[in-house]
């Protein structure tokens, strides 16, 4: 399932971004997508994540109440929309898609990756 990640760029602290996850083939719908992010020197880490119907969703504590993830899946395609921008939240951010049928929290649960967009958050 290629992926193209898009949306990034810089911002100052407090700001707003929407990152958007286009994917190509009729079975987006079918995967859960998540956005991961990897910051210099760290690991990468998964953010967020929804569902295929868009039902439900997970978040990493440190995003909780500023980011939102949603999805279209008549346009094939997941956005993160994250709100009063930290300098902590400066990364390269990717979306991945995954098969699991239970809740992938894991990189290895995601089977296809796009490139990534990179975030910074300017203090």
């Known amino acids: 399932v290629p992926l193209q990640a898009s949306g990034g760029g810089l911002v100052q602290a407090g700001g707003s971004l929407r990152l958007s996850c286009a994917a190509s083939?009729?079975?987006?719908?079918?995967?859960?997508t998540g956005w991961f992010r990897q910051a210099p020197g760290k690991e990468r880490e998964l953010v967020a994540f929804?569902?295929?119907?868009?039902?439900?969703?997970y978040y990493v504590d440190s995003v909780k109440g500023r980011f939102t993830i949603s999805r279209d899946n008549a346009k094939n395609t997941v956005y993160l929309q994250m709100n009063s921008l930290k300098p902590e939240d400066t990364a390269i951010y990717y979306c991945?898609?995954?098969?699991?049928?239970?809740?992938?929290?894991?990189?290895?649960?995601?089977?296809?990756w796009g490139q990534g967009t990179q975030v910074t958050v300017s203090s």
């Open positions: 991945a898609v995954s098969s699991s049928e239970w809740r992938p929290l894991r990189e290895h649960e995601y089977g296809y």
């Open positions: 929804i569902t295929r119907s868009g039902i439900s969703t």
């Open positions: 083939g009729r079975t987006f719908s079918s995967f859960i």
